[in-house]
T-cell receptor, first 114, second 114 residues
């Protein structure tokens, strides 16, 4: 299994531009999570899905952030418009319903908003 | 609201056993205790999970006292490659687990010295 795949690995954009981050979870996993990591705040849970349905998006910072999971093998996190304070590493993770708290993380997307 | 408390950082010499303690005074009956490891530029990686007493795998041991208000991750004979951030999480295994159950916090930065 290739693990959780995220793209792009790095993204540099200018303030005001739309940014789309992509994630392919491990096949057969029921849950998908989006996290953001910064030096100041550590790892923050933004939103998570169960069977493609958003369960809790209370961690999404603002309306500028949106996440979708159109099918079991793909999810996107979109920021529109982007701001410099959105600069962070964004991780996607997935797990099975039987996996307890054992999450499998992708390699992350390093986002820089200039 | 953070459910766990860990030391911010620890140093250890190569070959030593390292014990990282996590406090979770408000742990609930259904909560499991999970530890993750994160290297720079990578996503967190699951290490070990337990409910009570002692759990051991090929990487680490997890000690949980009877009152379960704390837990200790034990890494035997650490090497330079064990330098990483270690996170303690507390959460239950129910499918509709709330976002707080997957809160990573700031973790413990372990530095292994030659």
């Amino acid at each position: 299994d290739a693990g959780v795949i995220q793209s792009p690995r790095h993204e540099v954009t200018e303030m005001g531009q739309e940014v789309t981050l992509r994630c392919k979870p491990i096949s057969g996993h029921d849950y998908l999570f989006w996290y953001r990591q910064t030096m100041m705040r550590g790892l923050e849970l933004l939103i998570y899905f169960n069977n493609n349905v958003p369960i809790d998006d209370s961690g999404m910072p603002e309306d500028r952030f949106s996440a979708k999971m159109p099918n079991a093998s793909f999810s996107t996190l979109k920021i529109q418009p982007s701001e410099p304070r959105d600069s962070a590493v964004y991780f996607c993770a997935s797990k099975t319903d039987r996996g307890g708290e054992k999450l499998f993380f992708g390699s992350g997307t390093q986002l820089s908003v200039l | 609201l953070a459910k766990t408390t860990q030391p911010i950082s620890m140093d250890s010499y190569e070959g030593q056993e390292v014990n990282i303690t996590c406090s979770h005074n408000n742990i609930a009956t259904n909560d499991y205790i999970t530890w993750y490891q994160q290297f720079p530029s990578q996503g967190p990686r699951f290490i070990i999970q337990g409910y009570k007493t002692k759990v051991t795998n090929e990487v680490a041991s997890l000690f949980i006292p009877a009152d379960r208000k704390s837990s200790t991750l034990s890494l035997p004979r650490v090497s330079l490659s064990d330098t990483a951030v270690y996170y303690c999480l507390v959460g239950d295994r129910l499918p509709q687990t709330g976002a707080n159950n997957l809160f990573f916090g700031t973790g413990t930065r372990l530095t292994v010295i030659p």
